[in-house]
């Protein structure tokens, strides 16, 4: 049975920290590229970051770059966002995913529209102003 299980989401001060997780079971982590999504009420799903499987190459959306990190603990499978200098909004429900497809790839972001294999069900972050 295939879980993908994130955890670490709450209430912030604007300026603060978290880190998001996403604990991973079921297939094989190491063969699967990692994205990081958000969807905040009312706007579409936003690709916030993307580790790649092969080198775990990063890539960021210009809203996050300098703030948020994304990382991969293969031999646990688990993946990480640590996110900081939070602002307001970044308040949204924030998913991980797992696909085969790569996150980049010759100037275009691929990972911004995944249809991904698995999907977490998601973990609220909200960052009060």
């Known amino acids: 049975e295939v879980q993908f299980v994130e955890s670490g989401g709450g209430l912030v001060q604007a300026g603060g920290s978290l880190r998001l997780s996403c604990a991973a079971s079921?297939?094989?982590?190491?063969?699967?590229?990692i994205g990081w999504f958000r969807q905040a009420p009312g706007k579409e799903r936003e690709g916030v970051a993307c580790i790649s499987s092969s080198d775990s190459s990063t890539y960021y959306a210009d809203s996050v770059k300098g703030r948020f990190t994304i990382s991969r603990d293969n031999a646990k499978n688990t993946a990480y966002l640590q996110m900081n200098s939070l602002k307001a909004e970044d308040t949204a429900i924030y998913y991980c995913?797992?696909?085969?497809?790569?996150?980049?790839?010759?100037?275009?972001?691929?990972?911004?529209?995944?249809?991904?294999?698995?999907w977490g069900q998601g973990t609220q972050v909200t960052v009060s102003s």
């Open positions: 995913a797992a696909s085969l497809e790569v996150c980049y790839y010759s100037g275009t972001y691929y990972y911004t529209k995944w249809d991904a294999d698995y």
């Open positions: 079921g297939f094989i982590f190491d063969d699967y590229g």
